[in-house]
């Protein structure tokens, strides 16, 4: 589950992290493990509750809050994810196919070593791009091959697809082709 923002129902001792199931289910009591920026608590959902009304089971597309204890969960921010433990990792760096948007569409020359902001589900993360050794430069509407170095560790997976902007304009979008170290 996309963490898409958190409460605190009860003063530091219960965490609400709402947002919506991308897939499989969760139940009352399973282990959870929050994923990206750096956070790697695991906790265990107290309750969930779907537009006020509290129920044992969520499964995917539906929009939920997770109650979690809030010493475990406490440092919980937008754009983390939420998942059974050890299904998805957090990486800083990853190899893409990006296009280019047109020119009249916000598109831009993209260069080796621009700092482009990135929108993976709900994180907007900055990012250094590196095009591939036979290409010097991208230009708006062409398709290309780039390797990106995150200033913080997002949740990622193979074809997972993502936006960027580049000086504060949609420039472009694209998808995960591996995952590196």
């Known amino acids: ?14 965490v609400m992290a709402t ?8 139940r009352k009591g399973d282990a959870v493990e929050l994923v990206g920026f750096g956070g790697d608590a ?3 959902v107290t309750d969930i509750d ?10 995917a597309g539906m929009n939920v809050g997770l109650l979690l204890p809030g010493p475990t969960a406490g440092a919980m921010e937008r754009g983390q994810v939420l998942a059974a433990p050890g299904s998805i990792g957090a990486h800083i760096a990853f ?9 009249e569409q916000g598109g831009a020359e993209v260069l080796t070593g621009e700092s482009l902001d990135f929108y993976v589900r709900a ?8 095009l591939s050794p ?30 960027f902007r580049l000086h504060g304009r949609a420039a472009g979008s694209g998808m995960v082709t591996q995952l590196l170290r």
């Not at 947002?19 to 969760?26: A, D, K, L, M, Y």
């Not at 196919?97 to 047109?102: A, E, F, V």
């Not at 994180?123 to 590196?130: N, P, Q």
């Not at 509407?141 to 997976?157: D, I, S, W, Y």
């Open 123 to 130: 994180t907007a993360v900055r990012g250094m791009v590196t």
């Open 134 to 163: 036979e290409t010097d430069a991208l230009h708006p509407v062409h398709l290309g091959t780039v390797t990106v170095k995150l200033e913080r560790p997002v949740a990622l997976e193979e074809g997972q697809s993502f936006a």
């Open 50 to 59: 779907m537009s006020g009304l509290r129920v044992d089971e969520a499964s």
């Open 1 to 14: 589950m996309l963490v898409e923002d958190v409460f605190f129902p009860r003063q530091g001792r219960l």
């Open 95 to 103: 190899a893409a196919d990006i296009t280019l948007l047109p020119e």
């Open 19 to 26: 947002g919506r199931i991308e897939r499989g289910r969760v």
């Open 42 to 44: 695991l906790a265990h």
